[in-house]
């Protein structure tokens, strides 16, 4: 596998829940981090949430914070949303980086591997 893969999208209605997962490429390195960014149609692609894979590190944007949680396992890193509001519909997209400092970690240039995207839908 050389690309990460996502899963977990759908519809779901204002105050609800969607867990999203990610499987890695199995790439290490120093600093390997997973993120989450999220693309709306017509807006630029945003940071969501990051976690350093060996420290557990986690990192979240503003508009996230205290709704969505990132954890992992030994295989799959996930992205737990919950109070959905409309303005989370987005494809969501699992991002591999390896050599990131922390002041990196938000910005989408800085990820070498991509996956396809999930569409995540909130909507009553």
């Known amino acids: 596998q050389v690309q990460p893969v996502e899963s977990g999208g759908g519809l779901v209605r204002p105050g609800g829940s969607l867990r999203l997962s990610c499987v890695g490429s199995g790439r290490t390195g120093s600093h390997y981090t997973i993120g989450w960014f999220r693309q709306a149609p017509g807006k630029e692609r945003e940071f969501v949430s990051a976690?350093?894979?060996?420290?557990?590190s986690t990192y979240y944007g503003d508009s996230v914070k205290g709704r969505f949680t990132i954890s992992r396992d030994n295989v799959k890193v996930y992205l737990q949303m919950d109070s959905l509001k409309p303005d989370d519909s987005a494809i969501y997209y699992c991002?591999?980086?390896?050599?990131?400092?922390?002041?990196?970690?938000?910005?989408?240039?800085?990820?070498?591997?991509w996956g396809q995207g999930t569409q995540v839908t909130v909507s009553s």
């Open positions: 976690m350093r894979w060996s420290s557990r």
């Open positions: 991002a591999e980086g390896t050599g990131l400092i922390v002041a990196s970690i938000p910005y989408a240039r800085h990820y070498n591997y």
